[in-house]
C-alpha cells in the first residue's frame, strides 16, 4: 500500500507563490507517473498537472500553464508543484496520486493523497 502526504498550502495573496509537496511512503512511486489534481468547494476534482515516472515528460491543465511547474525527485520519493502568480481562482484543496501513465483522467491513479488547501486572497 502506497501512502501520499501532501504538504506546502496555505494562504497566499493573488500574485504570491506556494510549493507544494508530495511525498510517498515507497521508493515504487519512481516508476509510476504522479499527478496532482485540484477540487475547489461544490466542484469535481480537476486535473491540474501530471508528471511521468522518469519526469522527462509533463502535462498542463491550460489555466496554469508558463504558472505552475511539476517536478520530482525519486530518489527522495518526492513530486513538487511550483506554483507561481497564483490566483484566486486557484482556491480550492490539492491533491498528487500516483497512476500507471501520463493521464489527465483521475480515474488513471490508483493511489492519491488527503489534499492539502490552497487559499488564494484577492
Do not use: H
Not at 489534481?37 to 476534482?45: I, S, V
Amino acid at each position: 500500500q502506497v501512502q501520499l502526504v501532501e504538504s506546502g498550502g496555505g494562504l497566499v495573496q493573488a500574485g504570491g507563490s506556494l510549493r507544494l509537496a508530495c511525498a510517498a511512503s515507497a521508493r515504487t512511486i519512481g516508476f509510476y507517473a504522479v499527478g496532482w489534481f485540484r477540487q475547489a468547494p461544490g466542484k469535481e476534482r480537476a486535473f491540474v498537472a501530471a508528471i511521468t515516472s522518469s519526469g522527462i515528460n509533463t502535462r498542463y491543465e491550460d489555466s496554469v500553464k508558463g504558472r505552475f511547474t511539476i517536478s520530482r525527485d525519486n530518489a527522495n520519493n518526492m513530486v513538487y508543484l511550483q506554483m507561481n502568480s497564483l490566483k484566486p481562482e486557484d482556491t480550492a484543496a490539492y491533491y498528487c496520486a500516483q497512476g500507471g501513465r501520463l493521464t489527465q483522467n483521475p480515474r488513471g491513479y490508483e493511489y492519491w493523497g488527503q489534499g492539502t488547501q490552497v487559499t488564494v486572497s484577492s
